[in-house]
């Protein structure tokens, strides 16, 4: 096996009112939240297929599948721990992360800090190997007409 793996994850979820706006294990407060069959918090999606496929254990769809109902509403942060899990199982554990969110609004430059040390926290490594960022994509498109965002994620594993 190879002392090193790297996974890159991507997910989108359309912005919708009456839904709690989940981003990187935090709540913001925001008048629109994601639409999706957990929380939606599309950064932890993005980081969890990065990390399972650096594994090569398929994707988060394919772990925590929408169809079944034990997922409804679930806790995004409590399928990161899982995924964290899975690779461990595989004698793997998560070096360093880093992901881009792409939206317009809420900005989520005060909020980095707290989500860095949640996820940090989650996949038991430093805040130090925790680098998230947004970015706009100028009006452009689904994302800058605000009707969703989305997140990539690349991801380092290192052999246990």
Request: hydrophobic residues 40%; negative net charge; proline residues 4%.
């Amino acid at each position: 096996m190879a002392p090193f793996r790297v996974g890159m994850g991507y997910d989108v979820h359309r912005l919708v009112a009456d839904r709690d706006l989940w981003l990187g294990g935090i709540k913001i407060d925001y008048p629109y939240g994601l639409l999706g069959h957990s929380d939606a918090d599309v950064l932890i999606h993005a980081l969890c297929d990065a990390i399972l496929g650096a594994a090569n254990c398929r994707d988060i769809g394919y772990h925590f599948p929408d169809k079944d109902p034990k997922y409804k509403g679930a806790d995004s942060k409590l399928l990161l721990a899982e995924v964290v899990k899975i690779i461990a199982g595989k004698g793997y554990r998560v070096g360093n992360v880093d992901v881009t969110v792409c939206l317009e609004l809420p900005k989520l430059n005060p909020h980095i800090p707290a989500m860095t040390e949640c996820l940090a926290h989650i996949m038991n490594i430093e805040q130090d190997c925790v680098s998230i960022k947004a970015t706009t994509t100028e009006k452009l498109g689904f994302t800058g007409r605000q009707e969703g965002i989305s997140a990539y994620a690349v991801a380092l594993l290192e052999k246990i």
